[in-house]
């Protein structure tokens, strides 16, 4: 009899403490105050975690963040965030630049024919506009006509670089040289130098631009006052070759007059070395058919692209185009291994 008036007794205060801990938080709050300093020992946790420890860190900075009273989730978020970070991680370069860089002139009489929005972030052409009163849109408002810079893309500028080596370090940081802010190096009315530095120091890159002058009174015959010069340079801070790889964006956002009666809405023309005059034309229409192609067969190499000596490549409308052209002679071998020195490796649509 006493060992079962013992048993239930046991069972009975298992129940209640059960119940205690379930409904006591409940109809007694103050009875049960919250740990003292949580914030704190979750910092505590993501600081101790030790670079080198991959998977240690990514679990770190996907704890959840605690809130401690009058502090906002974000803020919470952010002093976790930050504690999650590699203690050697390097410093993001971070540059003080203006919104923009404006080369060149929209007035007619000033020896330029063309104003260039350049932006520091990226370091690309947000637009390239015609001062020529006779080129004006065609919408009613007969504003001056961009060439390049119509209907802007999400991270997508005409002459945008793309540098894996670099671009693999900015990634930790959300990054790309797409959308970080070069630093403006110098600058003056035809001209202007970008660069950016590797998060490590052991790269750095520099991206030139120069507008040329004309003559305005032979704008139809000067092509030098449509043109600008555009110099990358790659430069070594390490004690180590590297073999580097670029890409560069070609013209972006060419404006489409008159889209109701147009003949030519976007095509991309690619003239070789050995027959520059002769370019292979290609419409939107077709490449458009071969990345849908490609995206169906999961097979990259039917969408075309060039690897022989360019002379330029180009995106063309009804009216205008747009000209990326090799300084140098892309067929001459320069460097004596017996092959062309190009330029440009591949191009793609």
């Known amino acids: 009899?006493?060992?079962?008036?013992?048993?239930?007794?046991?069972?009975?205060?298992?129940?209640?403490?059960?119940?205690?801990?379930?409904?006591?938080?409940?109809?007694?709050?103050?009875?049960?105050?919250?740990?003292?300093?949580?914030?704190?020992?979750?910092?505590?946790?993501?600081?101790?975690?030790?670079?080198?420890?991959?998977?240690?860190?990514?679990?770190?900075?996907?704890?959840?963040?605690?809130?401690?009273?009058?502090?906002?989730?974000d803020a919470a978020s952010a002093d976790a965030g930050a504690a999650a970070q590699p203690a050697d991680r390097p410093v993001l370069?971070?540059?003080?630049?203006?919104?923009?860089?404006?080369?060149?002139?929209?007035?007619?009489?000033?020896?330029?024919?063309?104003?260039l929005k350049l932006d520091p972030q990226g370091a690309g052409v947000k637009s390239a506009?015609?001062?020529?009163?006779?080129?004006?849109?065609?919408?009613?408002?007969?504003?001056?006509?961009?060439v390049v810079g119509n209907d802007p893309q999400p991270n997508q500028q005409t002459?945008?670089?793309?540098?894996?080596?670099?671009?693999?370090?900015?990634?930790?940081?959300?990054?790309?040289?797409?959308?970080?802010?070069?630093?403006?190096?110098?600058?003056?009315?035809?001209?202007?130098?970008?660069?950016?530095?590797?998060?490590?120091?052991?790269?750095?890159?520099?991206?030139?631009?120069?507008?040329?002058?004309?003559?305005?009174a032979n704008r139809d015959g000067d092509y030098l006052g449509y043109v600008v010069d555009v110099a990358l340079e790659l430069r070594n801070l390490s004690d180590q070759p590297r073999d580097v790889k670029y890409v560069l964006q070609g013209p972006v956002g060419l404006p489409l007059e008159n889209a109701d009666n147009t003949r030519t809405f976007i095509e991309i023309k690619v003239g070789t070395a050995e027959k520059p005059g002769s370019p292979v034309q290609y419409t939107a229409h077709t490449f458009t058919k071969q990345l849908e192609d490609a995206q169906e067969k999961n097979d990259d190499t039917v969408i075309d692209a060039w690897r022989d000596p360019l002379a330029f490549v180009a995106v063309d409308v009804q009216?205008?185009?747009?000209?990326?052209?090799?300084?140098?002679?892309?067929?001459?071998?320069?460097?004596?291994?017996?092959?062309?020195?190009?330029?440009?490796?591949?191009?793609?649509p």
């Not at 006591?24 to 080198?52: E, T, Y």
């Open 129 to 146: 506009t015609l001062n020529d009163p006779r080129f004006i849109t065609a919408d009613g408002k007969n504003l001056p006509l961009a």
């Open 319 to 348: 009216y205008f185009g747009a000209l990326l052209i090799p300084k140098d002679a892309q067929n001459v071998d320069h460097d004596g291994d017996q092959k062309p020195d190009a330029t440009f490796a591949v191009v793609k």
């Open 93 to 115: 370069p971070e540059f003080n630049s203006p919104a923009e860089v404006v080369l060149g002139s929209l007035d007619p009489a000033s020896g330029y024919f063309l104003e």
């Open 159 to 216: 002459l945008d670089s793309d540098i894996a080596a670099i671009d693999a370090q900015l990634q930790s940081y959300d990054k790309s040289l797409r959308t970080v802010v070069w630093e403006v190096v110098r600058q003056d009315a035809s001209s202007v130098e970008f660069r950016y530095p590797s998060p490590d120091g052991t790269l750095e890159v520099r991206k030139t631009y120069k507008l040329n002058q004309g003559d305005p």
């Open 1 to 73: 009899m006493e060992q079962r008036r013992f048993i239930l007794f046991v069972l009975l205060s298992t129940l209640f403490l059960f119940g205690w801990l379930k409904f006591g938080p409940i109809l007694l709050p103050n009875a049960f105050p919250k740990p003292a300093n949580a914030k704190g020992k979750q910092a505590d946790v993501a600081a101790s975690v030790k670079p080198d420890d991959a998977k240690t860190a990514d679990a770190a900075e996907v704890v959840p963040a605690v809130v401690a009273a009058g502090e906002s989730a």
